[in-house]
């Protein structure tokens, strides 16, 4: 096997096992390692095993001398649409497309290595982002979406430091590759039989650093930030169906069967978090944190046809109109015994979405409250296996958005939220 062609298949044989459904606002997954019973509260503070490389890389200073960690997170979102005097042409008496929500696995996988008492290196892999919606067709919003589906798979070398007893710093660079795939109907004149399907992926680079303090043996506090990547994304456009050439040139589509290439340019966020892990007594652990994603770095965007005689012109653009966001989590240990600790926590996250009329039907998202529960059991002192339940209460959506040429798409998204459940292995050695 060619070099070329294993660079190929790399990213995706990991996306294959890396899919994901967001389990945070946006489509953002920050499920990345220990702490679902938290509702990963502390998270660049708490530093208890691998995967703090994540949160925050100066967390490894506090680990054994050699650690390992891997788990997985299953999500399943509930989105139920219930139309409201949609106008939205030959889709008008179609359905409203069931539940869109789809299981999504992620895992997630950390190596941590001290080289002396003070100077640590570790590795990292998972998924930051992924979302997929899938409609039952054919409903009102296929000409806005029936699928979508987004995914990431993550490398991320670290080193961190450790200056004084008090006193860690930790950074590292992330390899990121992104792929999605788009899929909906075209409203041609009177008719709705066009299929369109758009491809993209790219790979891309970014950064991360943190540093944590320990003022006592007690109390740790975290700060980290991620930076933000920026990819310029190329792949395929898909038309298949029914309609005369001119139709479907005016659509954004060469011809039926045929396919164009495209491209777009996407930021996706950037990420900061300080958190807080204060032991109250022998038994009680407090936990706290706030976090900051850039979602604003996602506005309108573009896709452009880059081949063929349309090369350069627009063929569609998603209007997201992205803010940034906050979240809030608070999350309590009780230490049972010297083998079993119990965990609670309770987060609110708020979404990037700004109102009904920037909603989109390929992410109807809104803001969410998390209510968590989980175990951490330590079979000996190598060891440690956690397992956590979560549920998200996601507030119910209107969405109110029109697409030039494919009608306005009125209605709310009833009865949503997310269940997560997850497990995690670690071993010192």
């Given at each position: 096997?060619?070099?070329?062609?294993?660079?190929?298949?790399?990213?995706?044989?990991?996306?294959?096992?890396?899919?994901?459904?967001?389990?945070?606002?946006?489509?953002?997954?920050?499920?990345?390692?220990?702490?679902?019973?938290?509702?990963?509260?502390?998270?660049?503070?708490?530093?208890?095993?691998?995967?703090?490389?994540?949160?925050?890389?100066?967390?490894?200073?506090?680990?054994?001398?050699?650690?390992?960690?891997?788990?997985?997170?299953?999500?399943?979102?509930?989105?139920?649409?219930?139309?409201?005097?949609?106008?939205?042409?030959?889709?008008?008496?179609?359905?409203?497309?069931?539940?869109?929500?789809?299981?999504?696995?992620?895992?997630?996988?950390?190596?941590?290595w001290?080289?002396?008492?003070?100077?640590?290196?570790?590795?990292?892999?998972?998924a930051?982002?992924?979302q997929?919606?899938?409609?039952?067709?054919?409903?009102?919003?296929?000409?806005q979406?029936?699928?979508?589906?987004?995914?990431?798979?993550?490398?991320?070398?670290?080193?961190?430091?450790?200056?004084n007893e008090?006193?860690?710093?930790?950074?590292?660079?992330?390899?990121?590759?992104?792929?999605?795939?788009?899929?909906?109907?075209?409203?041609?004149?009177?008719?709705?039989?066009?299929?369109?399907?758009?491809t993209?992926?790219?790979?891309?680079?970014?950064?991360?650093?943190?540093?944590?303090?320990?003022?006592?043996?007690?109390?740790?506090?975290?700060?980290?930030?991620?930076?933000?990547?920026?990819?310029?994304?190329?792949?395929?456009?898909?038309?298949?169906?029914?309609?005369?050439?001119?139709?479907?040139?005016?659509?954004?589509?060469?011809?039926?069967?045929?396919?164009?290439?495209?491209?777009?340019?996407?930021?996706?966020?950037?990420?900061?978090?300080?958190?807080?892990?204060?032991?109250?007594?022998?038994?009680?652990?407090?936990?706290?944190?706030?976090?900051?994603?850039?979602?604003?770095?996602?506005?309108?965007?573009?896709?452009?046809?880059?081949?063929?005689?349309?090369?350069?012109?627009?063929?569609?653009?998603?209007?997201?109109?992205?803010?940034d966001?906050?979240?809030?989590?608070?999350?309590?240990?009780?230490?049972?015994?010297d083998?079993?600790t119990?965990?609670?926590?309770?987060?609110?996250?708020?979404?990037?979405?700004?109102n009904?009329?920037?909603?989109?039907?390929?992410?109807?998202?809104?803001?969410?409250?998390?209510?968590?529960?989980?175990?951490?059991?330590?079979?000996?002192?190598?060891?440690?296996?956690?397992?956590?339940?979560?549920?998200?209460?996601?507030?119910?959506?209107?969405?109110?958005?029109?697409?030039?040429?494919?009608?306005?798409?009125?209605?709310?998204?009833?009865?949503?939220?997310?269940?997560?459940?997850?497990?995690?292995?670690?071993?010192?050695?």
């Open positions: 096997m060619s070099h070329k062609l294993s660079m190929k298949l790399l990213p995706a044989l990991l996306l294959a096992g890396f899919s994901g459904t967001a389990a945070a606002a946006g489509f953002s997954l920050f499920s990345q390692g220990s702490g679902l019973g938290n509702a990963y509260a502390g998270s660049a503070a708490k530093s208890s095993d691998a995967s703090t490389i994540f949160y925050n890389p100066a967390g490894m200073t506090q680990l054994q001398a050699r650690e390992v960690s891997g788990g997985l997170a299953l999500a399943r979102p509930i989105f139920k649409f219930e139309n409201d005097n949609s106008q939205v042409g030959a889709f008008n008496a179609a359905g409203d497309g069931g539940d869109a929500g789809q299981w999504g696995a992620v895992p997630n996988g950390a190596l941590s001290a080289l002396n008492k003070d100077l640590y290196i570790g590795i990292a892999i998972g930051p982002f992924g997929k919606t899938e409609y039952d067709i054919p409903w009102k919003g296929s000409a979406s029936n699928e979508f589906d987004i995914k990431t798979v993550n490398i991320n070398p670290s080193i961190a430091y450790r200056v008090m006193f860690s710093i930790g950074a590292g660079f992330s390899w990121q590759h992104l792929s999605a795939d788009y899929y909906k109907r075209l409203t041609i004149g009177a008719t709705a039989g066009v299929k369109d399907h758009l993209l992926s790219d790979d891309g680079w970014g950064w991360n650093i943190g540093v944590l303090f320990t003022p006592s043996p007690s109390t740790k506090v975290g700060l980290s930030y991620r930076s933000s990547i920026q990819y310029h994304t190329d792949g395929k456009n898909y038309v298949t169906g029914t309609g005369g050439i001119s139709d479907l040139l005016a659509a954004g589509a060469i011809r039926a069967g045929v396919q164009s290439k495209a491209k777009a340019d996407i930021e996706l966020p950037s990420l900061a978090i300080l958190s807080v892990a204060q032991k109250l007594s022998d038994k009680w652990e407090l936990l706290g944190d706030i976090s900051w994603m850039g979602w604003s770095s996602i506005e309108q965007v573009p896709i452009y046809h880059s081949s063929g005689a349309r090369n350069g012109q627009l063929l569609l653009t998603l209007p997201a109109e992205f803010q966001t906050f979240r809030f989590a608070l999350g309590t240990n009780y230490t049972y015994s083998s079993l119990f965990q609670f926590g309770l987060a609110y996250d708020n979404s990037p979405v700004k009904a009329e920037t909603r989109l039907s390929a992410m109807p998202d809104n803001d969410r409250i998390w209510i968590a529960f989980g175990s951490k059991w330590k079979p000996d002192r190598t060891q440690t296996i956690e397992a956590g339940l979560m549920y998200e209460y996601i507030k119910d959506a209107k969405i109110n958005h029109t697409e030039v040429g494919q009608g306005t798409l009125n209605g709310d998204y009833n009865s949503s939220g997310v269940w997560v459940f997850g497990g995690q292995y670690s071993l010192s050695f």
